[in-house]
């Protein structure tokens, strides 16, 4: 297809779509689904006042209680990805809409469980534990509720907070509609001389235009829309950290940000460690900002300057079956196993969702349900970044596929803390595989340059959407609105530290905030960061260690959520307790910057 145009969802053709039809062959079981998640719930409903009775009782409630959401969750996320095929179809728009309520309604039938559990002692816990050999899988799940204790509410206000739901997760809809439906972007004139759409799926392909008006102009387009909504942007944003702020009031945290960190026992020191590790190293970024200036000859280096490459190989363009090919011979010192899986889950089994259509979900993303195919939604393009989306969401994949294999439905998630790591560890290898195999010096400065990126979008760029979210959370909780203002003034001075003194100063910029949409999953892009640091030091381990080292990260892709994330991690043989994998990745940061230096 050709990569200008945008065409409708029912012009694409099948071969290039997910098998999504695999999860339900008849539609009409998404709806048998919920209607069995809505009776479970009811007869959870009918246990209260029970559940600790006995042993036996405690392991009838949680199975209830297990089958009700693993019903719920499979024809939601059935309902959420047919949505994102194209967010204007009224269809899934309506399936979608009925998913989020019966969800809400079987939640807050449910809600008294944890309540209920921590209304007795820890020793009851231990005594059916020791009775009945059917609660042995439950054990962890249980003995992390215990540990909450102290944040658990009522059971008649758990009820109430589980009710409100859907109505607390409304800024994120709001900006989800106003962001992937109604904004539109205009045109502009491309390198070929024709006139294409603005949108989420071509924005970073035209600012990789080595024809800087091009460039100056999506940017301009994109952040003008931007402006445009500012205030209703900053609406929807404040009233999601508020929702947060008070959230974590009424289950006692000290902050939002130990409420978002305290379920998975990360120390707030892993958090505020990040950002001084990468203000340390900001002097590098600096350094690359002022090669970036010098490589590309301008006097005056601008925001939409930083996504063109330096150096930038004739027809560096993949096929959609190039990129799998690449991949799987990246992956190869992960085992033939595992390469043999991902080649036939992303081909055979129609995994991917490959080209961008009109309504599609922007970005990229590995979802599915315990009971499905780890799928992979992505807006493919043909670029080498479209090889390592499709690899770094392969990561996600291949976790879900071992875990499910080897986890049962309670543990066959992850923590985003962890779910970083897979992904990363995919993109480093594929990043190591490129450059140990260029023979080409304007290759090899491209490459080094690109993995210089991925250190910037990723390690440097995320720490700072983290510090403003930690200085967003900060203000809420000093008693503060979120205001446009505000937010626009504190996001444009961090990006002006962040990228140092070489880097023009621009007006638009500071409107950027106002696009990410991982900012309504309170404190959720630090994991980038922290996954980034952890997978560089997993990759390494598995290229020069091997076999054994290969072994440990596979225990590692099987171990789901079994266990607090850092314990999970140490598996793999990384500390992330420490600074050592964040400041080993940074010194790496710092040496391809002399590397390029010297190249260029």
């Not at 009776?39 to 392991?59: D, H, P, R, V």
């Not at 505000?486 to 950027?512: P, R, T, V």
Request: proline letters at 2%.
């Amino acid at each position: 297809m050709k990569h200008n145009e945008v065409k409708n969802r029912n012009e694409i053709s099948d071969e290039f779509k997910w098998n999504i039809e695999a999860m339900y062959p008849d539609e009409s079981d998404v709806y048998k689904d919920l209607d069995s998640a809505s009776a479970y719930a009811q007869e959870f409903a009918g246990l209260k006042g029970t559940i600790m009775n006995s042993s036996s009782s405690l392991l009838h409630s949680l199975n209830i209680y297990t089958n009700a959401n693993r019903s719920m969750e499979k024809a939601f996320i059935y309902a959420h990805m047919k949505k994102d095929e194209d967010n204007a179809n009224a269809k899934y728009q309506q399936m979608y809409s009925k998913a989020v309520s019966v969800i809400s309604t079987a939640s807050a039938m449910m809600s008294f469980l944890v309540p209920e559990l921590l209304e007795s002692d820890e020793s009851d816990l231990d005594k059916f534990l020791a009775e009945e050999a059917g609660l042995e899988v439950y054990d962890f799940m249980l003995r992390e509720i215990f540990l909450q204790k102290k944040h658990t509410l009522t059971s008649d206000q758990e009820f109430i907070l589980a009710s409100l739901g859907e109505v607390l997760g409304g800024a994120d809809d709001i900006f989800s509609a106003l962001n992937d439906v109604d904004m539109t972007f205009g045109t502009v004139v491309n390198d070929n001389g024709d006139t294409v759409p603005v949108t989420h799926g071509s924005y970073s392909l035209l600012m990789e235009s080595e024809n800087r008006q091009v460039r100056e102009e999506t940017f301009t387009r994109l952040y003008e829309k931007y402006k445009e909504h500012n205030n209703t942007l900053a609406a929807a944003y404040n009233n999601n950290v508020k929702t947060t702020f008070i959230k974590a009031g009424l289950r006692n945290y000290n902050s939002c940000l130990d409420a978002a960190l305290s379920g998975n026992r990360i120390p707030e020191a892993v958090y505020t460690n990040l950002i001084d590790a990468v203000h340390k190293h900001l002097p590098a970024m600096h350094k690359y900002v002022e090669i970036r200036k010098r490589a590309l000859g301008v006097d005056d280096l601008k925001m939409f300057d930083v996504y063109r490459p330096l150096v930038k190989p004739a027809d560096v363009k993949y096929t959609f079956e190039e990129a799998v090919d690449i991949c799987c011979s990246a992956l190869a010192p992960m085992g033939e196993e595992y390469v043999n899986v991902f080649r036939k889950g992303v081909l055979e089994e129609k995994w991917v969702d490959i080209y961008e259509n009109k309504g599609k979900t922007s970005g990229a993303y590995s979802f599915g349900s315990y009971d499905s195919y780890p799928y992979i939604l992505m807006n493919f393009a043909g670029e080498l970044r479209d090889v390592f989306t499709l690899i770094h969401e392969g990561g996600h994949s291949m976790h879900s596929y071992y875990t499910r294999k080897n986890q049962p439905y309670i543990y066959g998630d992850h923590c985003i803390f962890t779910a970083e790591v897979a992904s990363t560890v995919n993109e480093t290898l594929l990043i190591k595989y490129l450059l140990d195999n260029c023979k080409d010096n304007e290759m090899k400065a491209y490459l080094i340059n690109f993995y210089i990126d991925e250190f910037k979008g990723t390690l440097f760029r995320q720490t700072m959407f983290a510090e403003f979210e930690l200085m967003a959370h900060n203000h809420v909780e000093e008693g503060n609105a979120l205001t446009a203002e505000y937010l626009n003034g504190i996001y444009d001075k961090l990006n002006s530290d962040y990228f140092g003194d070489a880097m023009s100063h621009d007006q638009m910029i500071q409107y950027e905030w106002s696009r990410i949409p991982h900012f309504y999953r309170d404190f959720y892009v630090y994991q980038y960061a922290t996954g980034f640091s952890a997978a560089n030091a997993i990759a390494d381990r598995i290229l020069t260690i091997g076999e054994k080292a290969k072994d440990e990260y596979i225990a590692f892709l099987c171990s789901g959520s079994s266990d607090y994330p850092i314990e999970l991690l140490k598996i793999a043989g990384v500390d992330m307790s420490t600074e050592e994998p964040v400041l080993r990745a940074l010194e790496t940061f710092d040496k391809l910057v002399e590397q390029l230096d010297g190249l260029i």
